[in-house]
């Protein structure tokens, strides 16, 4: 069993929901997604704790607006919970679930809440009333295999972090965001012999994101659901999608690999920086052991200079199976932060007929 209270499924946005785990708060209430109407509510709530949390982004209405129109397995009027307290926001929740390239089973969550609130037991009750939701999910899944509860938490966010481990989340594997802080000394490496880079027009997009995908599959974080056609679409409406700055090797008309180089603007604006990103360094399975990666990243780091970025970073999985962590130490890189990967065993249960409800009454 997930836990003692269930959740009904409502979908009338600003019906209130009972969480009998939750702290007795004057003004407080959770209530369900109001859709376009909550998205500057959860940017505040963003903004309002990511200097307590060590995190370094840019989120505008427009970007939540983008990323909600292009959900996968996610429904946000079921999916989602607000905290109000005398009718401001001060936090929210949402759930979704994919499946991994084992036929492994993530059933994920996230729970923001604005610093001034943690330590009253606001954050523990949304993240309990999310794993009930995501059991109420997985029960419906008749799938066999390994079901997981997961999240993530950069190690920055001690409360985030020291929260789910009370409830009995382990980190399970990490990944490290890497900085080169200068870009000089780039070295002059080759392509290998009957490989060739030329400008992506947007007649390759497609079979440059095919070639990534497959790339990909054998990497512990692949699900289908990430590399979906609605994500290609949504990709392609980000601000950040820059093909001109791409680094892709051709082998005739096949895709060898690649590094998507991007730029955000707003986000250098905000810290005051020029960074560039190296990302989505691949090489597909037949090209590889033969330089191709560290040829393309050197050519994507004068890329960066050229377009007057004073520094690269990128993330990496601190376990790569193709020593990529060494290939971009020994290329500059340095580990700035480091984000892990929380799971929990989520043991299914099958709820009777009519089940799974607790009250939830219309706001007002």
């Given at each position: 069993?997930?836990?003692?209270?269930?959740?009904?499924?409502?979908?009338?946005?600003?019906?209130?929901?009972?969480?009998?785990?939750?702290?007795?708060?004057p003004g407080l209430i959770f209530r369900c997604f109001r859709?376009?109407?909550?998205?500057?509510?959860?940017?505040?709530?963003?903004?309002?704790?990511?200097?307590?949390?060590?995190?370094?982004?840019?989120?505008?209405?427009?970007?939540?607006?983008?990323?909600?129109?292009?959900?996968?397995?996610?429904?946000?009027?079921?999916?989602?919970?607000?905290?109000?307290?005398?009718?401001?926001?001060?936090?929210?929740?949402?759930?979704?679930?994919?499946?991994?390239?084992?036929?492994?089973?993530?059933?994920?969550?996230?729970?923001?809440?604005?610093?001034?609130?943690?330590?009253?037991?606001?954050?523990?009750?949304?993240?309990?009333?999310?794993?009930?939701?995501?059991?109420?999910?997985?029960?419906?899944?008749?799938?066999?295999?390994?079901?997981?509860?997961?999240?993530?938490?950069?190690?920055?966010?001690?409360?985030?972090?020291?929260?789910?481990?009370?409830?009995?989340?382990?980190?399970?594997?990490?990944?490290?965001?890497?900085?080169?802080?200068?870009?000089?000394?780039?070295?002059?490496?080759?392509?290998?012999?009957?490989?060739?880079?030329?400008?992506?027009?947007?007649?390759?997009t497609y079979a440059v994101w095919l070639a990534a995908k497959?790339?990909?599959?054998?990497?512990?974080?692949?699900?289908?659901?990430?590399?979906?056609?609605?994500?290609?679409?949504?990709?392609?409406?980000?601000?950040?999608?820059?093909?001109?700055?791409?680094?892709?090797?051709?082998?005739?008309?096949?895709?060898?690999?690649?590094?998507?180089?991007?730029?955000?603007?707003?986000?250098?604006?905000?810290?005051?920086?020029?960074?560039?990103?190296?990302?989505?360094?691949?090489?597909?399975?037949?090209?590889?052991?033969?330089?191709?990666?560290?040829?393309?990243?050197?050519?994507?780091?004068?890329?960066?200079?050229?377009?007057?970025?004073?520094?690269?970073?990128?993330?990496?999985?601190?376990?790569?199976?193709?020593?990529?962590?060494?290939?971009?130490?020994?290329?500059?890189?340095?580990?700035?932060?480091?984000?892990?990967?929380?799971?929990?065993?989520?043991?299914?249960?099958?709820?009777?007929?009519?089940?799974?409800?607790?009250t939830r009454e219309k706001s007002g």
């Amino acid at each position: 069993m997930i836990g003692e209270a269930r959740t009904t499924l409502v979908e009338e946005a600003g019906h209130t929901i009972v969480l009998a785990d939750a702290p007795t708060i004057p003004g407080l209430i959770f209530r369900c997604f109001r859709g376009e109407l909550d998205y500057p509510s959860m940017v505040a709530v963003i903004e309002g704790s990511k200097e307590v949390d060590g995190l370094e982004r840019t989120d505008t209405v427009q970007d939540v607006a983008r990323f909600y129109d292009n959900l996968v397995n996610c429904d946000p009027y079921q999916d989602m919970l607000f905290a109000e307290v005398d009718g401001d926001v001060i936090g929210y929740s949402r759930v979704m679930w994919a499946v991994g390239p084992e036929g492994q089973r993530y059933y994920r969550h996230f729970t923001y809440l604005l610093p001034d609130w943690r330590g009253t037991g606001i954050r523990q009750a949304m993240l309990r009333h999310s794993e009930r939701r995501l059991g109420d999910i997985a029960a419906e899944h008749q799938e066999t295999g390994t079901f997981w509860f997961e999240t993530y938490a950069t190690g920055t966010e001690h409360h985030w972090e020291n929260l789910l481990i009370a409830e009995g989340y382990q980190a399970a594997q990490y990944r490290f965001q890497m900085v080169r802080p200068h870009l000089t000394e780039i070295p002059d490496l080759p392509l290998p012999e009957g490989l060739e880079v030329h400008p992506v027009g947007p007649e390759d997009t497609y079979a440059v994101w095919l070639a990534a995908k497959e790339a990909y599959q054998e990497a512990w974080w692949y699900t289908e659901e990430g590399w979906s056609d609605q994500r290609y679409e949504a990709w392609k409406q980000d601000p950040t999608f820059d093909p001109r700055l791409w680094q892709v090797a051709w082998d005739g008309d096949q895709v060898a690999g690649m590094v998507l180089n991007y730029i955000s603007v707003e986000e250098n604006r905000e810290y005051g920086r020029k960074r560039g990103y190296t990302e989505t360094i691949c090489v597909r399975r037949p090209w590889r052991r033969r330089g191709l990666a560290r040829a393309l990243l050197a050519r994507s780091l004068r890329v960066l200079q050229q377009q007057g970025q004073a520094e690269a970073a990128l993330s990496v999985d601190a376990e790569n199976p193709s020593g990529a962590l060494r290939l971009y130490t020994s290329m500059g890189f340095i580990v700035h932060k480091q984000t892990a990967v929380f799971r929990k065993p989520l043991a299914r249960s099958w709820p009777e007929e009519k089940g799974n409800q607790v009250t939830r009454e219309k706001s007002g």
